[in-house]
């Protein structure tokens, strides 16, 4: 049995591209500058933002960015335009609690990009048991040691893991790791054909359909794959 669920944050648990898009423009806009793309915020997303913002507004001031953030970053979530996590998907972690798994947090984000998620009244709190971020661990995906914290802390074993994300570089960390990985494409930024068929185990249209192909992968051998 799979005991462990490892799960990706950003348009993998909640979609947050799009809303990130208009976010980070918003603050390019306070500072003078003009607007990235969404072509090159696509390329580089799933990078950390402050990795990712030199090759979506090359010369940008990266501390003057990192000042003006937060305080956007703080509305957009008062408004509710990021971050929210669908009811379905939240029914979808109860499943895999109810089917004793342990699910954990995995994300590129700084550490104050997913405190709000863990604070006691939100509704994702008492779903996760632990999250692991630039905070907390001393490498960033692709690198497959960006787990190395979370199996060292947990006592997992990676083949008792499954990650579940959706861009090419999470596929290439879990497989690094020898964790099996699920390609979540719900929000419509990646398509199958772009991972590497070899780190992908299975892949879903939407994150509550993780719970049947995981519910799968514990009847099958390790290799194997199941694509739904």
């Given amino acids: 049995m ?3 669920v490892i799960v990706d944050v950003d348009d993998t648990l909640c979609l947050t591209e799009a809303a990130s898009y208009d976010l980070e423009n918003e603050v390019l806009a306070l500072m003078g500058r003009a607007p990235m793309t969404r072509t090159v915020h696509l390329a580089t997303w799933g990078e950390p933002l402050l990795d990712a913002m030199p090759h979506r507004s090359p010369g940008v001031d990266l501390s003057r960015f990192a000042e003006l953030f937060p305080a956007v970053n703080r509305r957009y979530l008062a408004e509710g335009r990021l971050d929210v996590i669908p009811p379905e998907n939240l029914a979808a972690l109860d499943s895999l609690a109810a089917d004793g798994r342990t699910v954990l947090l995995l994300t590129s984000r700084a550490e104050a ?7 006691p009244g939100h509704a994702l709190a008492a779903r996760v048991t632990g999250a692991y971020h630039q ?7 692709p690198d497959p040691r960006v787990f190395d914290e979370l199996l060292a ?5 990676p083949g008792e893991c499954v990650y ?11 497989g690094g790791a020898g964790i099996r990985f699920i ?14 068929a070899r780190h992908v185990t299975a892949a879903v249209a939407t994150f509550p359909e993780i719970i049947p192909a995981i519910r799968a992968l514990d009847m099958r051998p390790r ?5 739904r």
């Fill in 113 to 119: 990009e997913v405190r709000h998620l863990l604070e």
């Fill in 223 to 227: 290799g194997s794959t199941v694509v």
């Fill in 135 to 141: 905070g907390n661990t001393r490498f960033r995906k």
């Fill in 164 to 174: 579940v994300g959706d861009s090419p570089g999470d596929a290439v960390a879990a």
């Fill in 183 to 196: 390609a979540c494409l719900q929000s419509g930024v990646r398509r199958l054909d772009e991972f590497d």
């Fill in 2 to 4: 799979l005991r462990a």
């Fill in 153 to 157: 802390e947990t006592g997992f074993r």
